[in-house]
């Protein structure tokens, strides 16, 4: 099944720490608590409407995070991004993507992204920022 979700993606910022008590509580920074719960909004809206069931068992997950062509760019390099020519090799990581992503996801399009045991992932430049989310069930004796 493909998901589409057109959000501009965002990384997994390093948690927060504040004290508490004797303690430290740890929370997500407020862009990427905003994210994932605005993706968790949006996925929910989706689930409803395609009629989706989560899977059981392993997972093969293809992520494809389309961000916006930065404003700075000339119409040659916008031209090149569009084309695929140029692909957003700054900061931040793709790795970082794929982890708030998952973590918005879980109880949504899976029970637990720990069932995920296959992933491909890329991010390119698009007029649309968007993540694309694909997900496949593998049969467990394919191992």
Request: no cysteine; aromatic share 10%.
């Amino acid at each position: 099944m493909i998901f589409k979700f057109f959000i501009e993606p965002q990384q997994q910022e390093r948690p927060r720490a504040v004290r508490f008590g004797n303690g430290v509580r740890m929370y997500d920074p407020k862009a990427t608590k905003l994210y994932k719960e605005t993706l968790a909004l949006i996925a929910k809206s989706e689930v409803i409407k395609k009629g989706y069931r989560r899977p059981q068992g392993a997972l093969a997950v293809s992520m494809t995070f389309v961000r916006s062509i930065p404003k700075s760019f000339t119409a040659k390099q916008k031209k090149m991004a569009l084309d695929g020519e140029l692909l957003p090799r700054k900061k931040p990581d793709l790795s970082n993507f794929v982890k708030s992503t998952e973590d918005a996801l879980n109880g949504i399009l899976w029970n637990d992204d720990n069932a995920i045991v296959q992933e491909i992932s890329s991010k390119v430049y698009g007029q649309q920022a968007r993540v694309i989310v694909e997900i496949h069930t593998i049969n467990d004796n394919k191992f």
